[in-house]
């Protein structure tokens, strides 16, 4: 895909992440595609559903499940305007996601997770070329809906 259809799609990814805000919740938003069709959507519900497991990623992942109805969304492209969380990634892992595309990045000194990128966590668990991945799309617009 090329830079301006990512873009498009992480476009879906920020209207998500604005939701999310506007409902209290950190703006994080994400969207699943399928054959350049987006079939899924979600965004951060954390403080007002009281779940700690719904970030962005694992609730558009609900949903394309619900959606394909299987837990397999190999082929599948995952939109995402900040980089999954451990947990997250693991879930995209177990999901054969194959290609996430990112927006922003904590900054070394913000992470809660000391050392930890989504590209490590890949490595150490052997999965980097099972997952592609594309950073640097539309960063300033997906940081400055994520304010907590």
């Known amino acids: 895909m090329s830079l301006q259809e990512h873009e498009t799609f992480m476009r879906f990814a920020l209207e998500e992440a604005q939701y999310a805000a506007d409902e209290g919740n950190v703006g994080v ?5 399928m ?3 987006l079939i899924a959507r979600g965004r951060n519900l954390v403080p007002t559903t009281h ?5 962005a990623e694992t609730v558009a992942l609900r949903e394309a499940s619900s959606v394909l109805g299987t837990d397999d969304m190999s082929g599948a492209v995952l939109y995402t305007t900040f980089e999954p969380c451990p ?32 590209e490590r966590l890949l490595e150490m668990c052997d999965w980097s070329c099972q997952m592609q991945v594309v950073t640097d799309v539309l960063v300033e617009e997906c940081l400055s809906i994520r304010q907590p």
């Open 29 to 33: 938003g994400s969207v699943i595609v």
């Open 35 to 37: 054959s350049d069709k």
């Open 51 to 55: 779940d700690p497991t719904a970030h």
């Open 87 to 118: 947990m997250c990634c693991g879930a995209l892992m177990n999901a054969n996601i194959a290609t996430l595309v990112m927006g922003g990045r904590p900054d070394a000194e913000q992470t809660r997770w000391a050392g930890y990128t989504l």
